[in-house]
Nanobody, 124 residues
């Protein structure tokens, strides 16, 4: 079993930055990948970014590439999502997730464990 807790969301103006954190407990964090998804009201859950357990590999949705950076500190059992140049369309609840096998997929159905989410609101 693993527990994930996100933090760092908030209200920011367009062009601003936020850094989200995802604190993990309950398993050896460095052995498993981490991903960020987001869900806006009335929309499906959307893949944002993925990082391998070792942090060697990262993957991004086209909509955030060049603006968002995913990272992790395995010593602190914490993952991060640095979000720069935020746009109003980035407004959503952001959730971190993990799964047992360390292979890349953007399919939310593949992830077994989820945090409760943190709200990010970007004003125009």
């Amino acid at each position: 079993q693993v527990q994930l807790v996100e933090s760092g969301g908030g209200l920011v103006q367009a062009g601003g930055s936020l850094r989200l954190s995802c604190a993990a407990s309950g398993r050896t964090f460095s052995r498993y990948p981490m991903a960020w998804f987001r869900q806006a009201p009335g929309k499906e859950r959307e893949f944002v970014a993925y990082i391998t357990g070792s942090a060697i590999g990262t993957y991004y949705a086209d909509s955030v590439k060049g603006r968002f950076t995913i990272s992790r500190d395995n010593a602190k059992n914490t993952g991060y999502l640095q979000m720069n140049s935020l746009k109003p369309e980035d407004t959503a609840v952001y959730l971190c997730a993990t799964k047992g096998a360390d292979y890349y997929t953007s399919a939310s159905s593949a992830y077994n464990y989820w945090g409760q989410g943190t709200q990010v609101t970007v004003s125009a």
